[in-house]
C-alpha cells in the first residue's frame, strides 16, 4: 500500500459529462502529481502541485483543471468528456518540489470510461 | 530535452529464466535520477529502485538487480530466476535534479509462463 488514495475506482459516464477524480496523498508528503494512462500513449504527466500550488504543467488539456487544497488533497476535473478520455488516470504524490531524491508514490488510479 | 526509451515493447520467459529490461536515457544534465517502477495486472505503480547520476555502483535486491551505466546511457533492469509474480509492466523514468517532471518510458511488459 503506497499510502496514496485514489476514489473514485471506477467511474463511467456519458460523453459531454464533467467528473472530478480524487487524490489523498502520503501523509507528509506535499507534492500530487496527476498522469494518465492509455493504452497508445503510456505514462503521460498532467500537472503537479506543490503545497496548494502549481509548480509544472505537462500535456494537461484545456478541458482539464486541477487544485490542492489546503488539506493537500487533490481534485482532477474533467470536462465535456470525449471518448478519448477514457483512460487510467493516477495521482501519484512526493515528499519535496522537485524530483531529486524523492520518488513518487502512486495510487491505485481512478479508470475512466466514456461512452 | 529529457527521454527515456524502451525499446523492448513485450518479453516473454519461462519461469527461472533470466530476463534483463532495457532502459536507455537522454538528458543534458549532469546530476539526474533513475527510476524503475512496477505494473501488476492489478494497475497499481510500485516503486523499485532510484539512482542518481553519481552513483554507478550496480546495486542487487534479492532476485534483482540493476545496471547503471553512463557510458551508454543505460540503466537496465535484470530479474534472476524470474517468478509469474514478476509478470508486470515495467517502467523506466527520468528526473532532473531541479525538475518537477518524471519522464517515463513507455514500458515493458514482462509474461512469466509457469
Known amino acids: 500500500d503506497s499510502g496514496v488514495t485514489q476514489t473514485p475506482k471506477h467511474l463511467i459516464t456519458a460523453t459531454g459529462q464533467r467528473v472530478t477524480l480524487r487524490c489523498s496523498p502520503r501523509?507528509?508528503?506535499?507534492?500530487v502529481y496527476w498522469y494518465q494512462q492509455s493504452l497508445d500513449q503510456g505514462l503521460q504527466f498532467l500537472i503537479q502541485y506543490y503545497n496548494g500550488e502549481e509548480r509544472a504543467k505537462g500535456n494537461i488539456l484545456e478541458r482539464f483543471s486541477a487544485q490542492q487544497f489546503p488539506d493537500l488533497h487533490s481534485e482532477l476535473n474533467l470536462s465535456s468528456l470525449e471518448l478519448g478520455d477514457s483512460a487510467l488516470y493516477f495521482c501519484?504524490?512526493?515528499?519535496?518540489?522537485?524530483?531529486?531524491?524523492?520518488?513518487?508514490?502512486f495510487g491505485n488510479g481512478t479508470r475512466l470510461t466514456v461512452t | 530535452a529529457q527521454k527515456v526509451t524502451q525499446a523492448q515493447t513485450e518479453i516473454s520467459v519461462v519461469e527461472k529464466e533470466d530476463v534483463t529490461l532495457d532502459c536507455v536515457y537522454e538528458?543534458?544534465?549532469?546530476?539526474?535520477?533513475l527510476f524503475w517502477y512496477k505494473q501488476p495486472p492489478s494497475g497499481e505503480l510500485v516503486f523499485l529502485i532510484r539512482r542518481n547520476s553519481f552513483d554507478e555502483q550496480n546495486e542487487i535486491s534479492g532476485r534483482y538487480s540493476w545496471n547503471f551505466q553512463k557510458s551508454t546511457s543505460s540503466f537496465n533492469f535484470t530479474i534472476t530466476a524470474s517468478q509469474v509474480v514478476d509478470s508486470a509492466v515495467y517502467f523506466c523514468?527520468?528526473?532532473?535534479?531541479?525538475?518537477?517532471?518524471?519522464?517515463f518510458g513507455t514500458g515493458t511488459s514482462l509474461t512469466v509462463i509457469p
Open positions: 523514468a527520468l528526473t532532473q535534479l531541479l525538475g518537477n517532471q518524471f519522464y
Open positions: 538528458t543534458r544534465d549532469t546530476t539526474y535520477y
Open positions: 501519484a504524490s512526493s515528499v519535496g518540489t522537485g524530483s531529486s531524491n524523492s520518488p513518487l508514490h
Open positions: 501523509s507528509g508528503d506535499l507534492s
